[in-house]
C-alpha cells in the first residue's frame, strides 16, 4: 500500500512538473515577436496582443527618447488588468483614431519601472509631452466628453 502512494505521488509530480513546462513553452511561444521585446509576458498582455484597441505600443525607452528630442508625443499609460482601463480603452482608442491623433500606449504591467520614470499614481492615464516636457494629463475613467476635451484642448492644437 505504501509502494502505491509513492508512486502516485511521483506520477503526480510528474505531472505538475510537465503542466508547468508546457504552460511555460506557451507563453514563450505566444510571447515571440510581440510589441514588448520580452521573451516572456504576462498572461493578461497575452490575451490583448490579438486586439487592435491594444497596437501602437511604445516601449519605455523610445518614450523617453522621444521625449529628450523633443517631439511631441501622447502616450496612454494602462495596464491590462486594470478595470477602468479596460473601460476606458474602447473609448479613447477609436476617439484619437477618428481625431488623427498617433496615441501611444506604454503597457504598465509589463514595464511597472516606468510608474516612477514617468510619474503615473494611477491608470489610465495620458500624457502629453512636447518640447521635453509634459504639458498635459488626465487620468482615471472619465466620460467621453471629458476625454474630447482633453485632446482638443491639448493636443490638436499642437499637431494641426
Given at each position: 500500500?505504501?509502494?502505491?502512494?509513492?508512486?502516485?505521488?511521483?506520477?503526480?509530480?510528474?505531472?505538475?512538473?510537465?503542466?508547468?513546462?508546457?504552460?511555460?513553452?506557451?507563453?514563450?511561444?505566444?510571447?515571440?515577436?510581440?510589441?514588448?521585446?520580452?521573451?516572456?509576458?504576462?498572461?493578461?498582455?497575452?490575451?490583448?496582443?490579438?486586439?487592435?484597441?491594444?497596437?501602437?505600443?511604445?516601449?519605455?525607452?523610445?518614450?523617453?527618447?522621444?521625449?529628450?528630442?523633443?517631439?511631441?508625443?501622447?502616450?496612454?499609460?494602462?495596464?491590462p488588468t486594470c478595470v477602468h482601463c479596460q473601460n476606458t480603452t474602447p473609448i479613447v482608442v477609436p476617439m484619437t483614431k477618428d481625431l488623427g491623433i498617433d496615441m501611444k500606449k506604454l503597457n504598465l504591467l509589463e514595464f511597472e519601472e516606468a510608474w516612477g520614470g514617468f510619474g503615473i499614481e494611477g491608470t489610465p492615464t495620458i500624457v502629453h509631452y512636447e518640447g521635453g516636457e509634459e504639458v498635459a494629463r488626465i487620468s482615471g475613467e472619465q466620460p467621453k466628453a471629458n476625454f474630447e476635451e482633453f485632446f482638443e484642448a491639448n493636443v490638436l492644437t499642437d499637431e494641426s
Open positions: 500500500m505504501k509502494k502505491n502512494m509513492i508512486i502516485f505521488g511521483v506520477v503526480l509530480l510528474l505531472l505538475f512538473v510537465a503542466l508547468g513546462f508546457v504552460a511555460n513553452y506557451q507563453n514563450k511561444q505566444q510571447a515571440e515577436g510581440n510589441p514588448f521585446g520580452k521573451e516572456t509576458l504576462n498572461q493578461a498582455t497575452i490575451d490583448q496582443l490579438d486586439d487592435p484597441l491594444y497596437e501602437n505600443q511604445i516601449l519605455p525607452d523610445e518614450l523617453e527618447t522621444k521625449i529628450n528630442n523633443n517631439e511631441a508625443v501622447t502616450v496612454y499609460f494602462y495596464s
